[in-house]
């Protein structure tokens, strides 16, 4: 269990490093997070940006035109090994996990792959222990309550 | 449908039989036969769904065991329990479970047992981000999309009245079929149209709790991110739309995702339950 914490620590800091990124359309860049804020340049189609923290539907970026926030919606982070999240990541776990940081971990000795799923035995024991940890309703409640959680009537759509 | 096809049968053949006066044919029996096929095939109920949950989520914990985590796993159940609330089946048993695997994965259990890996809450930054995931698989149990295609795919597995015994008798190897059936399902995948309907679903379930709209947004944007070779996310790539064509189907969802991109991310909170 220990050899998990030092991936999950370091997560949030993987995330707002500078990311690449591209935009899927022409997109205005904003001074602040918000529709109606001034705009600082009009980025096209295509436009490279380096993507630092999300804050609601937005992503503060830095673009060759100057830094700003873009809808995140219309941004792509750049695929593959290039970004650092992944393979940083993994590599992070195996050395937490095993002391080297050889790749051969990341299939997993067991898991959730097709294979695995077809050959799965029950088992009711750990079925008991998930049971234990459920939440009451009301306790989810206090719990949303401490988070500043506020419940809002929103329609599904159509 | 078929059943009335095959009442119809039943009632065409019926004069030849009495004029021949077979005596082993029992018309009435048959006719019960086939209303059973019908009732099997037409609704589960409720508790039988919970059974069949339970059982496929007992198989699902055979191929990776809970991450032996206490407060994380109570705490996924806290955000979990409070999603399921802002639901039309707010009473169902609702349990959360973070799997022990590195593969990047979610699961929604028929009568509301949710997965999710510790592959995918490792590359979460957000409780709102947990939430827009958790809220997927809640749309799934809502929608009973893994409850319809399992009984499809039972229907077409087993014989009509087997499956009525599948449903009735916890143990049998009907229900071993069936169960192995359910469990199956999880690496052939949804249809496109379902996970798009959790998706949409999703976003307004999380903004309905109070979280910041845009978790589930940003979790795909992760995962589009990441190495399409990764064998990490070889079995969620082969079930699931691609993150691309996700995030693209949720663009008609802008305004919902907008109006609630305020709420709380709670990022500290997610950091804190995490690092424990």
Redesign the interface.
């Known amino acids: 269990m220990r050899a998990l914490l030092p991936l999950l620590l370091a997560v949030p800091l993987i995330v707002v490093a500078a990311e690449p990124a591209s935009l899927i359309r022409a997109t205005e860049l904003k001074q602040e997070p918000a529709t109606d804020a001034a705009t600082v340049a009009r980025l096209p189609e295509n436009a490279a940006v380096q993507a630092l923290e999300r804050k609601g539907g937005w992503i503060h970026v830095k673009a060759a035109s100057g830094e700003g926030w873009v809808r995140l919606l219309a941004l792509r982070y750049a695929a593959g090994p290039a970004r650092q999240g992944d393979s940083g990541a993994k590599q992070l776990f195996n050395v937490a996990r095993t002391g080297t940081s050889g790749t051969e971990v990341t299939t997993g000795a067991r898991g959730l792959d097709a294979e695995q799923l077809a050959n799965a035995r029950p088992n009711p024991a750990e079925l008991a222990k998930m049971g234990a940890f459920a939440a009451e309703a009301d306790a989810a409640a206090r719990f949303a309550a401490q988070g500043k959680l506020m419940a809002t009537n929103v329609a599904y759509p159509k | 449908m078929r059943a009335l096809l095959l009442l119809a049968a039943l009632a065409l053949a019926t004069p030849a039989q009495a004029q021949f006066r077979l005596p082993n044919v029992d018309f009435n029996r048959m006719v019960d036969k086939v209303k059973q096929v019908g009732k099997a095939t037409m609704e589960i109920k409720e508790p039988e769904e919970i059974e069949i949950g339970?059982?496929v989520?007992?198989?699902?914990?055979?191929?990776?065991?809970?991450?032996?985590?206490?407060p994380l796993?109570?705490y996924v159940?806290?955000?979990?329990?409070?999603l399921a609330?802002?639901t039309e089946r707010?009473d169902l048993?609702?349990?959360?479970?973070v799997?022990d695997?590195?593969?990047v994965?979610a699961f929604a259990v028929p009568g509301g047992?949710i997965f999710v890996?510790?592959g995918l809450?490792?590359?979460?930054?957000s409780?709102s981000e947990l939430a827009g995931v958790l809220a997927h698989e809640v749309a799934h149990v809502l929608k009973k999309h893994h409850l319809k295609a399992i009984q499809k795919g039972a229907q077409t597995g087993l014989a009509g009245e087997a499956l009525g015994t599948a449903l009735r008798e916890r143990a049998g190897p009907e229900r071993d079929k069936l169960?192995a059936f359910g469990?199956?399902m999880?690496?052939r995948g949804l249809d496109k149209s379902d996970e798009l309907e959790g998706d949409?679903?999703g976003v307004?379930i999380a903004?309905?709790?109070?979280?910041?709209?845009?978790g589930l947004?940003?979790v795909l944007?992760?995962l589009?991110?990441?190495?399409?070779q990764?064998?990490?996310l070889?079995?969620m790539f082969?079930t699931h739309p691609s993150p691309?064509e996700r995030?693209a189907a949720?663009?008609?969802?802008?305004a919902?995702?907008?109006?609630?991109?305020?709420?709380?991310?709670?990022?500290e909170?997610f950091?804190a339950q995490?690092?424990r």
Request: hydrophobic share 45%; proline share 6%; no cysteine.
């Open positions: 339970r059982d989520a007992a198989r699902l914990l055979g191929a990776a065991p809970l991450l032996a985590n206490a796993q109570r159940n806290q955000v979990g329990r409070w609330a802002q707010p048993p609702w349990r959360f479970g799997l695997a590195p593969q994965n047992t890996t510790r809450v490792e590359r979460m930054a409780e169960i469990t199956e999880y690496s949409r679903l307004v903004a309905r709790a109070g979280y910041d709209a845009y947004p940003a944007q992760t589009q991110a990441m190495n399409a990764d064998s990490a070889a079995l082969k691309a995030l949720l663009d008609k969802m802008q919902t995702l907008d109006a609630y991109a305020a709420q709380p991310q709670l990022v909170r950091v995490t690092r």
